[in-house]
């Protein structure tokens, strides 16, 4: 568990699912998905479909709830996008637009950049988002990441290609900052 002020970020416990199914999956075309990789299809599914799922979250290394001020607002959470060559991805969500343009994403971020340096024998830590999604960029750009990558025009949505961008982080660039 890891705090700054008012948020937290920590492994999910048994508790937090029901919040978590209202959040990602309750609703058919949740606001948050119109940034999250809005070019992939949401799909809503019943808390019931949900339950046999959601046992594998809890106390997951990979995928930890976002709490401000005692409640769960999104989650954060890490992929391999290459295990033996530890390159490690990140991802975001916070699920509800007042938790937005507030700096929480970058926070949250922070802390969890910390955690996986100092977990893990990782050499850079980075993310994949869209051109279309500005506050991910920008929330990047706050942590000091690098743009390594823009994949021009992949990204198809509402009638309009996108450009997949890439940001990452060396562990030395993060510890001459902090």
Known sequence: MYTDNHLTIRPIKECDLPRLWELMYSEDQPEWKKWDAPYYPHQTMTYGEFQPKSKSL????????????GEVRGTISYYWEHEPSKW????IVF??????GKG??????????D???STMPL?????TTWSGNDRMIRVGEKLGMTLEARIRKVRFFNGQYYDSIRMGLLREEWA???
Do not use: C
């Not at 699920?95 to 937005?100: G, I, L, Q, T």
């Not at 050499?123 to 993310?127: L, N």
């Open 123 to 127: 050499v850079r830590v980075g993310f």
């Open 104 to 113: 929480l994403g970058t926070r949250a971020m922070k802390l969890w950049i």
């Open 88 to 91: 490690l991805e990140m991802g």
């Open 58 to 69: 809890i106390n997951n290394d990979q995928f930890w709830a976002i709490e401000v001020d």
């Open 176 to 178: 001459g900052m902090n």
């Open 115 to 117: 955690h996986l340096f």
């Open 95 to 100: 699920h509800e637009s007042p938790s937005w």
